[in-house]
């Protein structure tokens, strides 16, 4: 605790011009907050070009077909949309990933602490860089903090399932380097 590791994040993006998302993962309550919200999805039809008979040759219609979101559908209806009576359920990008570019770092900061449903659910981000039906941008980065499982904090265990999936860089604290940049 205390050696700088969100400063040295912080800066890094900063001093690169990367955007940056810092989600505390221990302070995560709500599940959707880091994966997004369930969402449901409808199946919609429009013809936009009718069957047509040239010859003995039959064109087919040209269909225009799209999963529109709920709250979408009526709009898509006055456009003239039809059901075709398939839906499904998919996950919205959580707003903190929704209107981002390319070139970034998630920061999940004080993994060592959260709840096990939330580093679950960060395992899949980390695997893929994706939750089910979002993704994160081109060239965004996953940096993760926690704090040694050695007594001294108050930490959840990670199994090796987790822990191989990732590069682990240890800190120390060095009384003398702090100083210099003290002293700076």
């Known amino acids: 605790a205390g050696l700088g590791k969100t400063s040295v994040v912080m800066q890094f993006a900063e001093e690169n011009g990367l955007q940056m998302v810092k989600r505390n993962l221990a302070e995560i309550e709500d599940l959707g907050d880091l ?6 999805q409808f199946q919609l039809v429009k013809e936009t070009s009718p069957e047509k008979k040239e010859g003995d040759e039959v064109i087919p219609a040209v269909l ?3 999963w529109v979101d709920e709250p979408a559908v009526t709009e ?3 456009d003239g949309y039809h059901f075709t009576g398939k839906k499904r ?3 919205c990008a959580p707003d903190w ?3 981002k570019g390319e070139g ?3 920061f999940l900061d004080d993994s060592s602490r ?3 449903r939330m580093i679950q659910a960060a395992m899949e981000i980390i695997n893929r860089q994706q939750y089910l039906s979002w993704s994160l941008p081109k060239d965004w980065h996953i940096i993760m903090s926690s704090n040694p499982d050695n007594g001294s904090y108050m930490v959840n265990s990670q199994d090796v399932a987790h822990t191989t999936r ?3 860089i240890e800190m120390k604290w060095d009384v003398e380097c702090w100083a210099r940049q003290a002293e700076k």
Not at 35 to 40: H, I, Q
């Open 114 to 116: 959260a709840d096990s």
């Open 64 to 66: 225009d077909i799209a």
């Open 35 to 40: 994966v997004g919200f369930p969402l449901k």
């Open 89 to 91: 359920m998919t996950y």
């Open 166 to 168: 990732y590069c682990t």
């Open 97 to 99: 990933v929704a209107d």
């Open 76 to 78: 898509y209806q006055k």
């Open 104 to 106: 970034g770092i998630l």
